[in-house]
């Protein structure tokens, strides 16, 4: 597996499998493709930055993050769909971790309360947990 810096052109990309991470993150979050285009345009000219996780030629996941004051924030992980369950998302979080997150930074992520799965995935890798929020 290897890793790349996201551009531009990689906007659409990017966008689509925002768009799954929604659907399969049950994320209320009613962005059509086109709006969440402009978002990612407006996140990666600003604070945001992405990498894209290319094996055997094939994009088969993406982060999208940002530097904070101690560390880097991840906001996004995906997965394609047809991808899981083959140790892609571990080794991309440990390329990730490797190439991306500088010796000492700390790595922060959220995922949402009904996120089964994303729990264990993240548990399983030793992240703990670090904070609850709470809406209303």
């Not at 055997?56 to 369950?85: C, I, N």
């Amino acid at each position: 597996m290897k890793l790349r810096f996201a551009e531009s052109k990689d906007i659409a990309l990017l966008s689509q499998l925002n768009h799954e991470l929604i659907e399969d993150e049950r994320a209320p979050n009613p962005m059509s493709i086109d709006e969440l285009n402009q978002r990612m345009t407006t996140w990666l000219e600003g604070d945001y930055r992405a990498v894209i996780f290319e094996l055997e030629s094939s994009d088969v996941a993406y982060a999208l993050y940002r530097e904070e004051k101690d560390g880097l924030y991840l906001r996004q992980f995906y997965v394609v769909r047809d991808r899981r369950r083959q140790g892609i998302g571990q080794t991309a979080i440990e390329l990730f971790r490797e190439q991306v997150v500088g010796s000492g930074q700390t790595l922060t992520l959220e995922v949402f309360s009904h996120n089964e799965t994303g729990i264990v995935f993240w548990r399983a890798l030793g992240f703990q947990e670090h904070s609850i929020a709470f809406r209303i």
